[in-house]
């Protein structure tokens, strides 16, 4: 069971939106910066949001972050057959003074 | 460019013990925190350890404390895990990754290696 809370999947057609949630406590995501991951079948994972909402360069806009209290939000608009993969989110836990990965969702494009 | 190449995996009896290194070009070693992160198959993903830039300061998760060990050499641009008492859950991918911010602040994972396979079996 991971420390940081995710929908195992979420779906949707070609062109729409996703959200992938990640919920934590205080000494996680409440206080911490938040980082998200994509992991495609069979590669390494890639950064896709750190600090909670930055994107770094060459990841396009459809990809938002957002952090509310101590719980993170990945969203994916326009969605395509390429975004298929497994999602990650990352934060520090002051509490166990240790990074901690959320469980993971698979996108699927319907 | 800016590369991490891991080596050091294989098959390894339970009990035994294994170093992996990752090497590091295109952007000075020194400079970055750097951390393990592993995968058992079909699983999430698992931080295993960080280290300091300097290598001042280590942490650990508590799967593997008192057993691996997290290491660097600035002047080789090489990180290190050295993993003692293996158990059969440490079967995994294992992926260095560079530390990009403060480690306790919830630093980003920028740059990640393409993964060394460990296989914990007798």
């Known amino acids: 069971q991971s420390v940081l809370t995710q929908p195992p999947s979420v779906s949707a057609a070609p062109g729409q939106k996703v959200t992938i949630s990640c919920s934590g406590s205080?000494?996680?995501?409440?206080?911490?910066?938040v980082s998200w991951y994509q992991q495609l079948p069979g590669t390494a994972p890639k950064l896709l949001i750190y600090?909670?909402?930055k994107r770094p360069s060459g990841i396009p806009d459809r990809f938002s972050g957002s952090k509310s209290g101590a719980s993170a939000t990945l969203g994916i608009t326009g969605l395509q057959t390429g975004d298929e993969a497994d999602y990650y989110c990352?934060?520090?836990?002051?509490?166990?003074?240790?990074?901690?990965f959320g469980g993971g969702t698979k996108v699927t494009v319907l | 460019q800016v590369q991490l190449v891991e080596s050091g995996g294989g098959v390894v009896q339970p009990g035994r013990s294994l170093r992996l290194s990752c090497a590091v070009s295109?952007?000075?070693?020194?400079?970055?925190?750097m951390h393990w992160v592993r995968q058992a198959p079909g699983k999430g993903l698992e931080w295993v350890a960080v280290?300091?830039?300097?290598?001042?300061?280590?942490y650990y998760a508590d799967s593997v404390k008192g057993r691996f060990t997290i290491s660097r050499d600035n002047s080789k641009n090489t990180l290190y895990l050295q993993m003692n008492s293996l158990r059969a859950e440490d079967t995994a991918v294992y992926y260095c990754?560079?530390?990009?911010?403060?480690?306790?602040?919830?630093?980003?994972?920028?740059?990640w290696g393409q993964g060394t396979m460990v296989t914990v079996s007798s």
């Open positions: 280290i300091w830039y300097d290598g001042s300061d280590k």
């Open positions: 990754a560079r530390g990009v911010g403060m480690v306790v602040a919830g630093d980003a994972f920028d740059i």
């Open positions: 990352k934060t520090w836990d002051s509490s166990l003074s240790a990074v901690v």
């Open positions: 295109g952007f000075i070693f020194g400079t970055y925190g």
């Open positions: 600090e909670n909402n």
């Open positions: 205080s000494s996680k995501t409440g206080n911490n910066y």
